[in-house]
């Protein structure tokens, strides 16, 4: 069963720049797999940055931006701020109407 | 502006059912695919299921296939979910999110979720 991969932590300076990647245990993710982003602060439900690869959902800032880089999907933030410390998860369109997470990466401010 | 509001959660024993329900607002509903996912205590989240805008397609993670029922009411602008034979592992909160398309292809808005808790 393909496994898709995030990392878990990463952590990024205040008004600096990280991108998070979202990949196959096998293979490589490819805008075929409408790769999609969503973050999520404790307690909260979870609110959609981009989906079908670099589509901004409704009021998200032009800091989150989607792409593909190499063989995985990426969301880059920009200009970072303390708010942006969250959960992130990725979600991937594997076929025959599944969809399926990745496991989450803990973004940290500092 | 976009509402979804989900109901129906609940503390029930192993082998149980209960049916969730959410209340969706202020877009063309019928339009639309339809999902669930939830998230258990302190773990990632997990897509559960899905149905396509005029309810003929519907998906089913592995660890619900044969217990869940995902289905919609376009009149009254209402999706549910049908759990049955619930287990310890289905306790989670259970969100219901849009997708951006009638047919399946990610999550765009979310509800609040309803918190689903199975013990004896």
């Known amino acids: 069963q393909t496994v898709v991969t995030q990392e878990p932590s990463f952590s990024v300076s205040p008004g600096g720049t990280v991108t998070l990647t979202c990949g196959l245990s096998?293979?490589?993710?490819?805008?075929?797999?409408?790769p999609s982003w969503y973050q999520q602060t404790p307690g909260q439900a979870p609110r959609t940055l981009i989906y079908?690869?670099?589509t901004r959902s409704s009021g998200v800032p032009d800091r989150f931006s989607g792409s593909i880089l190499g063989n995985k999907a990426a969301l880059t933030i920009t200009g970072a701020q303390a708010d942006d410390e969250s959960d992130y998860y990725c979600?991937?369109?594997?076929?025959?109407?599944?969809?399926?997470f990745g496991g989450g990466t803990r973004l940290t401010v500092l | 502006q976009v509402h979804l509001v989900e109901s129906g959660g609940g503390v029930v024993q192993p082998g149980g059912s209960l049916r969730l329900s959410c209340a969706a607002s202020?877009?063309?509903?019928?339009?639309?695919?339809m999902h669930w996912v939830r998230q258990a205590p302190g773990k990632g989240l997990e897509w559960v299921t899905f149905?396509?805008?005029?309810?003929?397609?519907?998906y089913y993670a592995d660890s619900v296939k044969g217990r869940f029922t995902i289905s919609r009411d376009n009149s009254k602008n209402t999706l549910y979910l049908q759990m049955n034979s619930l287990r310890a592992e289905d306790t989670a909160v259970y969100y219901c999110?849009?997708?951006?398309?009638?047919?399946?292809?990610?999550?765009?808005?979310w509800g609040q979720g309803t918190l689903v808790t199975v013990s004896s």
């Open positions: 079908s690869t670099n």
């Open positions: 096998s293979g490589s993710v490819s805008t075929s797999y409408y």
């Open positions: 202020g877009f063309t509903f019928s339009t639309y695919g």
């Open positions: 979600v991937l369109y594997m076929g025959s109407g599944i969809l399926v």
């Open positions: 999110a849009t997708d951006p398309r009638a047919y399946v292809s990610g999550l765009d808005y």
């Open positions: 149905i396509r805008d005029d309810g003929t397609n519907k």
